[in-house]
Nanobody
Framework: QVQLVESGGGLVQAGGSLRLSCALS????????MGWFRQAPGKEREFVAA????????NYADSVKGRFTISRDNAKNTVYLQMNSLKPEDTAVYYC?????????????WGQGTQVTVSS
């Protein structure tokens, strides 16, 4: 059974930082690209960041470039999203995703989501 378990969400003031973590179980972690999406109230779910299976390639939404960093530790089966200089518009539920390295851009598994709230 595949599980993606996120942690690290919470309430932070604008300008602050948070680090999200997501652990994958039930599959070989290094066979999967990983990513993060988010959904704010009343808005569609949107892409935030992705990282390939080795960690050698990353991709970011324009809205978070320069502020967020995605990384992974294949020994710990965990992907991270370091979020700095947070803005109120970053408030959303953040979802961790996993996709087979053989099908780039397609995400087969989703976590349950973790709430990030940025106060002004």
């Amino acid at each position: 059974q595949v599980q993606l378990v996120e942690s690290g969400g919470g309430l932070v003031q604008a300008g602050g930082s948070l680090r999200l973590s997501c652990a994958l179980s039930g599959r070989t972690f290094s066979n999967y690209a990983m990513g993060w999406f988010r959904q704010a109230p009343g808005k569609e779910r949107e892409f935030v960041a992705a990282i390939n299976w080795s960690g050698g390639s990353t991709n970011y939404a324009d809205s978070v470039k320069g502020r967020f960093t995605i990384s992974r530790d294949n020994a710990k089966n965990t992907v991270y999203l370091q979020m700095n200089s947070l803005k109120p518009e970053d408030t959303a539920v953040y979802y961790c995703v996993a996709g087979r390295r053989s099908t780039p851009g397609r995400y087969d598994y989703w976590g349950q989501g973790t709430q990030v709230t940025v106060s002004s």
